[in-house]
């Protein structure tokens, strides 16, 4: 069986969190996942959307500082972690966690860019073919990365993992935004995060949702907080940002729905030609009258001269009628006397 290409792909997604039970509580309403305990681990949750497992969430480890907040991790495909671990360190890159074999899931790195977001890479023992169009609703949709040099992050990672500059947008005093994607697939941006920012440059997931508008509400009810409140982007998509119950940055995002095709008119005929069709039709219905009434009058004219015959005969059987009466009253006078 042919080996499913990972490379660039953001094939798993993983929240780092101090608070699980809350965190599994809040996600599988807002996604509508269902968090099920990893057989192979029960500590470690896997989130599962209807196109299947989507995320995991586990604790935050006590070998990481306490000042580590909640966060989300991305995992991007590699069919070689060793090498590009090594590669991201030439680059300019750290090693967070050396390379390590975990069984069920594959072989894995965290490491760190050059401006400090932190990533890590796998190579999944069960990867799945990426999905086509519009990705599934409870998956992973874009990703972000807020950097303090968007052109040397994109250098570094499109070094690693072969990705291509698909768009540079001018977003005015926000700088340019950088579309990053492979093979003609967009897969995120890359931009210079605000300076009044406190937080270090990081990656940040978006999450599909049916409507981001109706999915902000609850959100916020159960404790998020919103960074930016729901907006359009181009290409008619919605999104917002917010920061889970536990503090970890997370996004939502919702296509524009879909347009019923609309049924192409017949084109109109001309009127002249329709003027001429409806002259034909009641043309032919007033030659189909005249033929019906030119036979029609025979059989009026056969009916009326069959009446007056009748008539007469009648009238010429009525004196014989009378005869034929009086001689049989005579003859039964005849017949009387003689007896």
Sequence with gaps: MEAVDVRGRFVWHQLMTRDVPGAKKFYTKLMG????PWPLDPAYTVCHSDAGPVAGIMEITADLPAEVPSHWLQYIGTRDVDGTAEAAV???GSIVKAPADMKGAGRYAVLKD??????????PENARPESVGIPPLG???????????????FAFYSGLFGWDAMERMDMGAAGIYLVFGMNGVQRGGIYIKPPDWPAPP?????AQVRSVDESCAPAESAGAKMLTQPMDVPGGSRIASLIDPAGAPFAIHSFPAATPAVKPKTASKPVAEVKAKVKAKVKVKTKAKAKTK??????????KVARKVVKKAKKKSAPMKKRATRLKAKKSKTVRRKK
């Design 33 to 36: 996942w269902k968090a099920l």
């Design 90 to 92: 030439r680059a300019g």
């Design 114 to 123: 050059p401006q400090g977001a932190v990533f890590a890479v796998i190579d």
């Design 139 to 153: 998956t992973f949709s874009w990703h972000e990365l807020a950097t303090s040099d968007h052109e040397a992050g």
């Design 202 to 206: 990081n990656w940040m997931p978006y």
């Design 294 to 303: 030119a036979k029609a009058k025979p059989k009026k004219a056969k009916a």
